[in-house]
């Protein structure tokens, strides 16, 4: 009996280097596959940081306070240039990170980084410059790219279930169905500014989901090599 128990041990033993190697390999494989989605949140985690850096030194108690002090002109030229980036203090950045990290995550998994390092300046600073360009001193934060983004995933999760549909393949593959799930809430928030629309935040929220559904609609019919028109 203590033969057959020391021969189980071994095999346990043996085998879980094994497993562990396995595990270690694709959780890799999945952070290489995400690595945009991870830079875009380190990136906007440290200019955060800077900025509670630089409030602190100007002796101001936050990086909002410090924002707020600056005239309308220098606002708007902040919210032009670097608006996408920076944000007004801990929630504002760590809402819009977890729309991110989720979003941004499951996009580049599906399609490539450089859709996403496309997506985020294209969006972001579109959306920010709708408000300017109807005389608002302008919003920052990602919160546009993040419409965007939760939108573009919305059509694609839908366009993936559609496709499960008709393949008749309703497997793993139903996780798409939580994507769904979590792009209706933000497309609900979308359509819900439209009856409220007040403030740069609503219009850039507004314009960032508008150009996710037109981008997002692009980039998948792009990915199921689907031509409307022959040109």
């Not at 940081?49 to 936050?62: D, H, K």
């Not at 996009?107 to 360009?133: H, I, K, N, S």
């Amino acid at each position: 009996m203590s033969g057959d128990h020391e021969e189980t041990r071994a095999q346990i033993t043996t085998a879980l280097p094994d497993r562990l190697a396995q595990l270690l390999s694709s959780a890799s494989q999945f952070r290489n596959q995400v690595i945009g989605t991870i830079t875009l949140t380190a990136l906007l985690v440290a200019i955060f940081q800077a900025e509670v850096l630089v409030a602190t030194a100007l002796n101001y108690p936050s990086s909002q306070a410090l924002f707020a002090s600056f005239s309308r002109e220098v606002k708007m030229l902040i919210a032009a240039t670097i608006g996408p980036f920076i944000h007004q203090g801990p929630r504002h950045l760590t809402d819009n990170l977890g729309v991110l990290i989720v979003a941004g995550a499951y996009l580049e998994y599906q399609y490539d980084r450089r859709f996403l390092y496309t997506f985020y300046p294209a969006v972001g600073y579109l959306a920010a410059w709708a408000p300017l360009a109807m005389g608002s001193v302008g919003s920052v934060g990602a919160s546009g790219v993040t419409f965007g983004l939760t939108i573009w995933l919305l059509v694609h999760s839908i366009s993936r279930v559609l496709e499960m549909g008709y393949d008749g393949a309703l497997d793993l593959r139903i996780l798409h169905f939580a994507a769904v799930i979590f792009g209706l809430v933000k497309a609900q928030e979308a359509v819900a500014i439209l009856g409220v629309m007040d403030g740069a935040d609503d219009v850039t929220h507004f314009f960032g989901a508008f150009l996710g559904l037109a981008l997002g609609i692009k980039f998948v019919l792009d990915y199921h090599e689907i031509q409307i028109l022959n040109l």
